[in-house]
């Protein structure tokens, strides 16, 4: 959301100067001690409060307050990110030359008063991100306004409608309204808002259709809509906009997407995902030549996927994951020469990754997971000729086919890897020795056998390793407990992460941010035998170790005086140390018993969490 008359250009210092040699005027100190009388703790750098000291103090030297120095009126009053808390008193009407407020980003709650919104001269007005509440008076009159933030707070009833018909001045620029309580319909009073840049009525409880009149006003550039309860959209004729960026997703729209997108030729982003869209993906979007960002996940459109990537020269992003997209992945995608994030996952996809991405050289992120794709050995063979791919995601495809062993695959740029749930078979091969950047390793749920290479140890970036549910036999490797990420952690992308889910884990969601997954090792579900290395313990970045269900000897557990059986001990337990056992519901009962984990570990600062859970899990299903 943000400080608005920051991110829209506006600055009180270029035109208002502070004066450190006036005297307060007698209205405003009224309206400054109101101010602090709602207040519940003092203000930094604001001293003396008394009446009598204040009549001859200099309040223009203040801490966030600014001054007309020829006037010596109070002009901005500006106290973001300072913990105010309290409530605002009705004694704005004094500080009738003021022109900023901002007060963000604090804790002040209650209503706002009718004064404030009755200051002759007021331009820009930012309370967002605070508690307040409340109905918005609808008789508002603030004849200068340019710009207007009230998101993230908690004020109800209907937007305010009146705003653009009492302006005389500049006109508003900038409305948000995003993450409250709104609710109703966008009343065509705003279509009486000329100068509007950027109007974000995001996260609230709105409903109708959305009016075209919003895509007609002749300066709109942002329009974020997202997080409501929009039924559709109103057909805008052949009007021509200047949004940049529209973003429609999380609504309930309904039918086809509305083939509207020649009259947006500067539309740069534009998201409508989550939401109950059909049909086929309309031409005007597919042709578009200012688009770089389109965000369709989580609708019902199907068709082919067919982009005029000739044409579509700064597309960069492109989600059509979970709809019903069906056909095989389009050669063309290729030679959109700026995509570097492609997500198609959970869709109906078929066949083989086309040739043609060997000529990829932007691609970054490719998520092909829950499709039906197939020949494994050819789709790495392809990919690994893009030389900037960094995130590869292949989850739930390929199914029962081998895991290359193919010494010659190479991915330098590589930082994440799943190919989960695909029942593949085979060995973890040597070529994954080669991802030297690798930070997240995902194998889980295939048929794997043989060991578990040494030199997964060796990859200094590795941070998340899931080996679960597969048949891996022999012992843990030693060089597992020398993972240098674990051990003193200094991770950081080079890129940041694309908004899309990586895969679906029952029970945890989804997962985006690779640096929001917890560094883990998970082991469980194996045939591993031997003992648990105790150098784990030096593991100091180590939050999950997971090795249930494999044929770990019982003398890995000896000397852990944090772990005990619910029935009989691994050894006498000392009850001074040992953790209540929780209560399970009927409906969560195992039918093992439960070891559980307390911070003391298996050595001398080894903090983390460790899960290592004797148990009958409910089923781990990676979708």
């Not at 199914?399 to 930082?415: G, I, R, V, Y």
Request: glycine content about 6%; proline content about 6%; some cysteine.
């Amino acid at each position: 959301m943000g400080t608005c008359h920051n991110s829209c250009g506006f600055s009180s210092n270029s035109v208002l100067v502070i004066s450190q040699n006036l005297t307060c005027n007698s209205d405003d100190l009224r309206g400054l001690r109101g101010f602090i009388n709602g207040l519940e703790s003092p203000i930094v750098g604001w001293w003396p409060t008394t009446s009598s000291s204040l009549s001859s103090f200099n309040c223009c030297n203040w801490i966030g307050i600014t001054c007309n120095s020829s006037s010596g009126r109070i002009v901005g009053l500006e106290l973001p990110e300072k913990r105010l808390t309290g409530s605002f008193s009705d004694s704005f009407s004094n500080l009738d030359q003021l022109r900023t407020l901002n007060l963000s980003h604090n804790y002040l709650k209650g209503p706002l008063p009718l004064s404030l919104f009755h200051l002759p001269h007021l331009e820009v007005v930012d309370l967002s991100s605070n508690r307040l509440n409340r109905v918005l008076p609808s008789n508002i009159n603030l004849p200068a306004l340019q710009v207007l933030d009230l998101s993230d707070n908690s004020f109800m009833g209907f937007l305010p409608s009146l705003l653009c018909v009492n302006s005389t001045g500049i006109g508003i620029r900038v409305l948000r309204f995003g993450m409250n309580y709104f609710n109703g319909t966008i009343s065509p009073q705003f279509q009486n808002c000329p100068s509007l840049e950027h109007l974000d009525v995001a996260f609230n409880y709105l409903s109708g259709v959305i009016p075209k009149f919003l895509f007609r006003l002749p300066k709109l550039m942002e329009l974020e809509l997202q997080g409501n309860m929009f039924m559709g959209i109103e057909g805008i004729g052949n009007s021509s906009s200047h949004l940049v960026r529209l973003d429609i997703s999380s609504n309930r729209l309904l039918g086809n997407l509305p083939d509207f997108f020649h009259s947006f030729p500067n539309l740069s982003y534009f998201s409508a995902r989550s939401n109950n869209l059909s049909g086929e993906i309309p031409p005007s979007l597919s042709n578009s030549q200012s688009i770089s960002t389109i965000s369709l996940r989580n609708n019902s459109l199907n068709g082919s996927i067919d982009f005029n990537c000739s044409v579509m020269v700064n597309l960069t992003s492109l989600d059509l994951g979970s709809n019903s997209f069906s056909g095989t992945v389009p050669a063309n995608l290729a030679s959109c020469q700026k995509l570097k994030y492609l997500n198609l996952a959970r869709n109906k996809l078929i066949g083989e990754i086309p040739e043609a991405f060997k000529n990829f050289p932007s691609l970054s992120y490719l998520s092909l997971s829950n499709c039906s794709l197939n020949n494994l050995s050819t789709t790495l063979k392809v990919l690994q000729h893009c030389p900037n791919l960094t995130f590869l995601i292949l989850t739930m495809n390929f199914h029962t086919e081998q895991l290359p062993p193919d010494n010659h695959l190479q991915f330098k740029a590589l930082k994440a890897l799943v190919i989960a749930n695909c029942r593949l078979t085979g060995s973890i091969p040597p070529w994954m020795n080669g991802l030297t950047r690798l930070q997240l390793l995902n194998l889980s749920w295939n048929r794997l056998t043989g060991s578990i290479p040494a030199y997964l140890g060796d990859l200094k970036s590795l941070f998340y390793l899931d080996l679960s549910n597969n048949s891996l036999s022999g012992e843990i490797p030693k060089s597992l407990t020398q993972l240098q990420s674990l051990i003193s952690r200094d991770i950081s992308l080079e890129e940041q992460s694309p908004d899309f889910p990586f895969f679906k884990r029952r029970n945890t969601g989804f997962r985006r941010d690779m640096m929001l997954f917890p560094p883990s090792i998970d082991l469980s579900s194996n045939l591993l035998s031997h003992e648990i290395p105790p150098e784990f313990g030096n593991l100091k970045k180590l939050h999950i170790l997971d090795l249930k269900h494999n044929h770990l000897s019982d003398s890995s557990f000896e000397g852990n005086p944090g772990l005990c059986y619910l029935e009989r001990p691994i050894y006498t337990c000392d009850t001074r140390t040992s953790i209540p056992v929780p209560s399970i519901k009927k409906s969560e009962e195992f039918k093992l018993p439960l070891i559980l984990p307390v911070f003391t570990g298996f050595g001398t600062g080894f903090l983390v969490t460790i899960i290592i859970l004797l148990v009958l899990p409910a089923i781990k299903e990676i979708q």
